[in-house]
């Protein structure tokens, strides 16, 4: 069974840091484009990063930029994003997803086929 598996939500303080991870469970990190996404309450779901299968490029939602980082680990087949000053409109489920007929600029405008369980993100004030 393809699986998306997400770690590492909490609760973290309005300017700290959080980083949740994404590892695959019958699926190969390594071969495609990935993405992370996240929805709060009420919200559509809204991609914030995207990283190219090489890793080589990245790109972020303008809400996110400049404060969160996607990257991945070869060796260890896992997707991160490192969430620095955060503020309490980040309060999400944060997923990551991918389609295997993505390039990493995809992620903008259309919606992956495969995602995770997700993992929640609280930011208190």
């Known amino acids: 069974q393809v699986q998306l598996v997400e770690s590492g939500g909490g609760l973290v303080l309005a300017g700290g840091s959080l980083g949740p991870s994404c590892a695959g469970s019958g699926l190969t990190l390594n071969h495609y484009a990935m993405g992370w996404a996240r929805q709060a309450l009420g919200e559509v779901p809204e991609v914030v990063a995207a990283?190219?299968?090489?890793?080589?490029?990245?790109d972020y939602a303008d809400s996110v930029k400049g404060r969160f980082t996607i990257s991945r680990d070869k060796a260890e087949n896992t997707v991160a994003l490192q969430m620095n000053s955060v503020k309490p409109e980040d309060t999400a489920v944060y997923y990551c997803?991918?389609?295997?007929?993505?390039?990493?600029?995809?992620?903008?405008?259309?919606?992956?086929?495969?995602w995770g369980q997700g993992t929640q993100v609280t930011v208190s004030s």
């Open positions: 990283i190219s299968l090489t890793g080589a490029d990245t």
């Open positions: 997803a991918t389609d295997p007929f993505f390039a990493y600029g995809n992620f903008r405008n259309k919606r992956p086929s495969v």
